[in-house]
């Protein structure tokens, strides 16, 4: 508690960070109490406000500061707390909140919502029984955005701006201040920020009406629906209770309604929107809500601890928290991956993560509170999405970058990772290319040696089966004198064959890109010899590069083989290469039309079916990523990448189809369950 805390500290230097009207009601209530040298704040460090200076963090030391007490909402309190925690930490500077938390004392990484205390739809069914009027907090409980915090907008803003030559210097940093400068008074309008802004900046050629237009047109469209908490609201009026929308906000109440027809909320009897009144939730917009309803039992839910809970409470109105994702992503700990989250492009695929897995904020009704996922599409957006995309940029990017103006996707890895080049809308001439590693090789053998290093593989089978397998020959129509030769003019004829099928696809005659996902380079080595044109491999990983070293190969690779020690994506790849299929068989080799033949098909329809559902997911996080995430800003993170794709081993997963996969390896006769993969 905060009394605690006072009584704690009531004999040593401590500092405030906040200079908002909150900072102000707690100096009246508990200044004579305290040894207040200064306020801080994140966006001035001198001058002076309440009759103390305002200081700049660093001088916190040489005025013996011992306790920080933030005075913000809980969400600002996360975000200052990763501001300027570690400067606490080293200085052993205490830093808790005002209502006597520990800013320093981290959530422990876990996947179960067991040490959250949260509410069931069941609770809130019950609470609102007794309830004549509900009224819904709008952002962050009824909708929310796919990025991890509100501000991020004003980065993706700043960005936008620059890409089209408007510079605003600290462009994000005035906006932010803006909005809360303003806010001390009453909640501003977006023009009202934007006006101040331009004042603040310097200014620029835009007008603060055309600024508050980007902004919200933006905003608009990353603004996603939790559909859980839609799915009660409906119910709720369909009841014939009174439901209104209770929402702090710079908007106007026609785009709040804009918001609402488009996420599909409907039945609401009104809408009170604090710029519009004057008065914010925690000012008085509780006590309008009140007044409209006189006599009425008001039940009001949203997800902001002090301004929708403690506030309301304190107008006489029941409350009910929903918690938002950013508040369930820290609750499990950041699941292992805050530390990871480092640029804008980093917090634009937490917001995608986020927004999916967190959608649905009712995780309170299994006895387990278990974090999982109920569909394929869903591993395929949240753990293969972000790894996936980093992958098919940075290809894009190496091979546009070095002069590559073909690229052939070889099947059945290709069949994703070229459509997603589709999207990407490359001026890359680009071919999904019918291959394999059996058809190459049947196609690439000329010599004794070639059949050699194709022996020295192991093959989980027997000789017969090897040569059936491998080769496209049947022990019955060779005697094992005949062997070797049999090999060679099977090659010839499959080169043949090759051949017109290469013609049949139009191949220019410059340089080759070619895709292959986790190789040795094998079927790079043997299609090589289909072209006169050189030919250089971008793959996901390179395997064991060093066997490969005196076969003349260019291969470059977004995993290096020397970084496995280092890197966690040498554990699940698999995941990765079991996912990123085509819905046909493996080709084993060409037919004398140059028509690829394919071997019969081991998956169900019902593998089929899941294939295709979490490679919908990645296509949806790839376009989800694209539009939101301008090119100048993107940002390659494997190490976030690998959090997130390793997430995979622990949360829970629902969708029993998916568990009933298995990974085959028909070259080398293995086949494996997915379970046994991701443990």
């Known amino acids: 508690m905060i009394e605690e805390l ?82 606490c930490r080293e200085n052993d500077i205490a830093l808790f909140d005002v209502r006597g938390r520990d800013l320093l004392d981290t959530a422990a990484v876990t996947f179960d919502f067991k040490n959250v205390s949260g509410a069931s739809r069941e609770d809130l069914i019950k609470m609102a029984s007794d309830a004549e009027v509900i009224s819904f907090d ?144 925690t000012q008085e917009l509780f006590s309008v809500l009140s007044d409209k309803y006189i006599g009425k039992r008001i039940l009001h839910i949203g997800d902001d601890e002090f301004a929708d809970i403690e506030k309301a409470k304190s107008h006489g109105i029941d409350a009910f928290r929903i918690y938002s994702a950013i508040d369930l992503f820290d609750a499990l700990g950041g699941l292992g991956a805050e530390e990871e989250i480092i640029s804008l492009s980093d917090r634009v695929k937490m917001g995608l993560f986020q927004a999916r897995i967190f959608n649905d904020p009712f995780w309170f009704e299994d006895e387990d509170q278990r974090l999982s996922v109920k569909d394929a599409s869903d591993i395929g957006y949240l753990f293969c999405g972000p790894m996936i995309s980093d992958f098919t940029l940075w290809m894009n990017d190496s091979i546009e970058r070095q002069g590559y103006d073909q690229a052939l996707f ?97 191949i ?47 291969i470059e690779a977004f995993y290096a083989d020397e970084g496995k020690d280092s890197s966690a994506i040498f554990d699940n790849y698999y995941i990765l290469e079991t996912i990123l299929t085509a819905p046909y068989p493996q080709m084993e080799e060409m037919d004398d039309e140059g028509n690829p033949i394919y071997v019969k098909e081991t998956r169900s329809d019902r593998d089929l079916k899941v294939f295709d559902r979490a490679q919908r997911g990645i296509m949806e996080y790839f376009g989800d990523f694209l539009r939101i995430l301008p090119e100048s800003a993107r940002k390659e993170n494997k190490k976030l990448d690998e959090k997130l794709l390793a997430l995979v081993n622990k949360v829970q997963i629902l969708d029993e189809d998916f568990l009933a996969l298995k990974v085959e390896d028909p070259f080398f006769g293995r086949m494996t369950d997915i379970k046994d993969v991701i443990g």
């Not at 500290?9 to 009246?28: A, C, D, K, P, V």
């Not at 200064?38 to 001088?59: M, T, V």
């Not at 030919?535 to 490969?548: N, V």
Request: contains cysteine; proline residues 2%; hydrophobic residues 35%.
């Open 6 to 87: 006072i009584y704690k500290y009531s004999s040593q230097n401590i500092s405030l960070y906040g200079l908002g009207t909150e900072t102000e009601r707690f100096l009246n209530e508990n200044a004579n109490k305290l040894s207040i040298v200064g306020l801080l704040d994140g966006f001035k460090s001198s001058g002076e406000i309440y009759g103390y200076p305002i200081i700049p963090l660093s001088e916190t030391l040489a005025k013996g500061v011992k306790l920080i007490i933030v005075i913000a909402r809980p969400g600002s309190c996360k975000a200052i707390a990763k501001r300027i925690g570690n400067f």
């Open 508 to 554: 220019g005659s410059g340089n080759l890109a070619f895709f292959d996902f986790v190789a040795k380079g094998t079927t790079q080595m043997y299609l090589q010899r289909l072209f006169s044109q050189h030919m250089k491999g971008f793959y996901f990983l390179q395997l064991e590069p060093e066997f490969m070293a005196d076969k003349d190969l260019d």
């Open 138 to 281: 709008l952002f962050d409980t009824l909708v929310m955005r796919k990025t991890k915090s509100y501000t991020d907008v004003f980065d993706l803003l700043d960005i936008k701006l620059r890409d089209e030559g408007i510079s605003i210097p600290d462009f994000a940093k005035h906006r932010l201040f803006s909005e809360k400068e303003l806010s001390k008074d009453k909640p501003p309008r977006l023009e009202q920020i934007y006006d101040h802004v331009l004042k603040s900046s310097g200014g620029c050629f835009f007008s603060a009406e055309e600024l508050a237009r980007r902004e919200w047109e933006l905003d608009f469209s990353l603004l996603v629906v939790r559909e859980a908490v839609r799915e009660m609201f409906g119910s709720f009026a369909s009841m014939g209770k009174k439901v209104v929308i209770t929402t702090d906000t710079y908007y106007s109440k026609d785009q709040i309604i804009q918001i609402l027809d488009r996420n599909g909320i409907s039945g609401y009897e009104d809408i009170l929107v604090s710029c519009e009144y004057g008065t914010a939730k």
């Open 410 to 506: 070889g099947a059945r890895d290709g069949y994703l990772i070229e459509k997603l080049f589709q999207m990407l809308r490359t001026s890359t001439s680009h071919y999904y290319f019918h291959t394999s590693r059996t058809a190459a090789i049947r196609a690439g053998m000329e010599s004794q040696d070639d059949i050699d290093y194709v022996d020295s593989m192991k093959f989980f089978g027997s000789p017969e089966e090897t040569l059936k397998v491998r080769f496209g020959i049947d022990v019955n129509d060779v005697n094992s004198i005949d062997r070797n030769s049999a090999i060679l003019e099977k090659g010839k004829q499959q080169r043949k064959n090759y051949h017109k099928y290469i013609d049949k696809l139009g």
